[in-house]
């Protein structure tokens, strides 16, 4: 009997590590069919799991209903999983290198338990070559088994996108790979378990990895694209959303808007390849350069405030400015590699006074990472707002708002452009 029939018959468990916002939703949608084994590191995250709470506010209490899931901060609890999927964050440190401590801490914990037979499968995103070049010795070491011989390995990119209801885990196609036909067999008709929308079988695992890092990447290099056109309209006084919108008309034309480009994929996964590509002595040109317009776009938005403030008559030093929006996207509470935090240590800069709020992010989380006090009560005295993220409930204000909140003659910057020809009386700038 293969791994697949055994899941199905509750005669072999799957584990899932990391339960952020990428692996605690493929765990609850696993639990509903086959025994789930929820590992993550954090006691403080499984004890609110085991509450029916998500962590990440991504997942209503509902999700948890029906689930046939343990919840663990165990290592030793992993030994009764056969089929482990390991989903953890990959972030880049301070130079913008891959840092792949937490992936390679979490093979080890698999690696001890690791028994013949077994599966590990990674969802965490890498550059190609990571999972046979990296991971597999350490599973070897640990384990004292050799990978095809005695254990499989497969690698499943993760396509969740924080905060869409709408492509979920069930409805977004899955890439996955293998080191052998009857790996790959085996490891696609487990997540077709739960992805409805099906799965594709990559010819290797070296092509899955790439298959993900080009998607994140494609995406940035396009939104560079369009930072740096709405950086020469400015110049041209054109507005850029109205040419987008013109430009929009042609069947063809693909539909980027210029924006903050932070998170952790976006703004993290081309490093990766950037990284891998000078391994093999290529220093890339277009996607190093995407990187670096993107990478600037906070800077840019504050020095053009700054600009605004002083052509207004204010005084720079002595300027309040409320800053709307501090997580890194729209309507989710994750704060990782927010760009706004860019834009509020380049105002500071120049001496002006800000203050930051937002309806989803946690307080406490945004101090202890970035040392920045989020505000819950408005004041009336703002000479000047920037709307830095688009949350749904600012899409319902309107100009009279904003003016109730500020002094005369200020200035409104909306980063992403959603009050685009509605406002007429205030001092108004978009990307």
């Given at each position: ?39 993550d590191i954090s006691e403080e995250r499984i004890k609110m799991m085991k509450s029916g709470y998500d962590p990440s506010n991504e997942l209503p209490s509902s999700s948890f209903d029906n689930c046939d899931i343990h919840f663990t901060s165990r290592p030793d609890d992993l030994e009764d999983a056969d089929f482990h999927i390991i989903a953890v964050p990959t972030p880049i440190d301070d130079n913008h290198m891959p840092d792949l401590r937490i992936l390679l801490s979490a093979t080890k914990t698999v690696g001890k338990v690791l028994k013949k037979g077994d ?313």
């Open positions: 009997m293969n791994i697949y029939q055994k899941l199905l018959n509750k005669e072999a468990k799957l584990s899932l590590i990391g339960l952020g916002y990428v692996g605690l939703p493929i765990a609850l949608e696993f639990a509903k069919h086959i025994s789930v084994i929820g590992f599966y590990v499968v990674y969802e965490s995103t890498v550059y190609p070559g990571a999972t046979e070049e990296d991971c597999i010795p350490i599973l070897e070491e640990m384990s004292g088994l050799k990978c095809n011989d005695d254990f499989k390995i497969g690698f499943s990119p993760e396509r969740i996108n924080p905060g869409d209801k709408v492509h979920t885990i069930s409805t977004i196609k899955k890439i996955v790979s293998a080191c052998d036909e009857v790996s790959l067999e085996n490891i696609a008709k487990v997540y077709e378990i739960v992805v409805k929308a099906g799965v594709y079988k990559a010819s290797s695992i070296k092509v899955a990895e790439a298959a993900k890092i080009i998607e994140n990447t494609q995406r940035d290099v396009n939104i560079g694209l369009m930072n740096e056109l709405s950086m020469i309209f400015d110049r041209m006084g054109i507005n850029t959303y109205e040419v987008l919108e013109a430009a929009g008309t042609k069947w063809n034309f693909l539909k980027f808007y210029p924006g903050l480009v932070g998170g952790h994929c976006i703004g993290v996964d081309p490093y990766y390849l950037t990284y891998k590509a000078k391994k093999f002595r290529y220093d890339p040109q277009i996607i190093n350069s995407g990187r670096f317009v993107n990478d600037s776009m906070g800077f840019y938005v504050a020095r053009q405030l700054v600009k605004k403030i002083i052509t207004a008559g204010k005084s720079v030093s002595h300027s309040k400015v409320l800053i709307m929006g501090a997580t890194f996207k729209e309507d989710v509470s994750d704060i990782r590699n927010s760009k706004v935090v860019d834009i509020i240590s380049e105002l500071k800069s120049y001496g002006v006074y800000v203050e930051i709020t937002d309806p989803f992010a946690s307080k406490e989380e945004f101090f202890d990472e970035y040392d920045v006090k989020l505000i819950d009560d408005i004041s009336d005295d703002y000479d000047a707002v920037i709307v830095a993220v688009n949350h749904k409930p600012y899409l319902e204000l309107d100009e009279d708002y904003y003016m109730s909140i500020t002094t005369p003659d200020a200035i409104l910057v909306d980063v992403k452009g959603i009050y685009n020809k509605k406002i007429m009386k205030m001092v108004y700038w978009s990307l």
